[in-house]
């Protein structure tokens, strides 16, 4: 019996549904490569408190680790860190990546680099919630640590996790983190 060829006419759009695809199908990696793809995600919480009255950049003691799979990968920067300090004292934020600044803003005459800053109006009582952001370019497959640094402008406490006044009864405690994204490129 000769072979015949069988010939297609497609597959009407609907024909197949949801239902008929096995629960357990996934779709291979190699499908769903190209830019934009997230192939790695690290997170790091922190539950305590910190204080710096330090006038220099000091950390937080929120960091996380990543090991890029290609030097040509981005890394999104993400933090969601709530800071308080004293009523009229100035405080800053910046990011680190091992020991390089990133993401901060030119400094100019005496005014300071950082990626957030207060302004220190009535802040004893409150937490500042401060997101933050940022696309880095590492250009590594080494294992690669960011960070979260604060200052003070005067020498006056500045918290993670509490208001300047700390009241009893009172207050709110909080809690902040460090995500980090790898981005194919």
């Known amino acids: 019996m000769p072979l015949t060829k069988i010939q297609s006419l497609g597959i ?13 199908a996934a779709i291979a990696g190699t499908k769903l490569s190209g830019a ?79 990626n957030f800053a207060t302004d220190g109006t009535g802040q004893s009582i409150h937490i500042f ?3 933050l952001s940022f696309l880095d370019s590492p250009s590594t497959t080494s294992s690669t640590t960011y960070k979260l640094q604060f200052r003070s ?13 700390d009241r009893d009864g009172e207050d709110g405690r909080t809690g902040s983190s460090i995500t980090l994204m790898e981005i194919a490129v």
């Not at 890029?68 to 300090?85: C, M």
């Not at 990011?95 to 100019?108: E, K, L, M, P, Y």
């Open 12 to 24: 009407t759009d609907g024909t197949i549904v949801n239902a008929d695809i096995n629960a357990s």
């Open 36 to 114: 934009g793809k997230v192939l790695q995600v690290v997170s790091t919480f922190k539950s305590d408190t910190a204080t710096t009255s330090s006038t220099s950049f000091a950390d937080v003691g929120l960091s996380a680790s990543i090991t890029p799979s290609s030097a040509s990968n981005k890394i999104l920067v993400l933090s969601d860190a709530k800071f308080g300090g004293a009523s009229g004292n100035l405080w800053y934020v910046q990011f680190v990546r091992n020991s390089t600044i990133i993401s901060n803003g030119d400094a100019s005459a005496t005014r300071i680099s950082c």
């Open 129 to 131: 919630n401060v997101g």
């Open 153 to 165: 402008r005067a020498g006056a406490a500045v918290y993670l996790n509490r208001t300047g006044q």
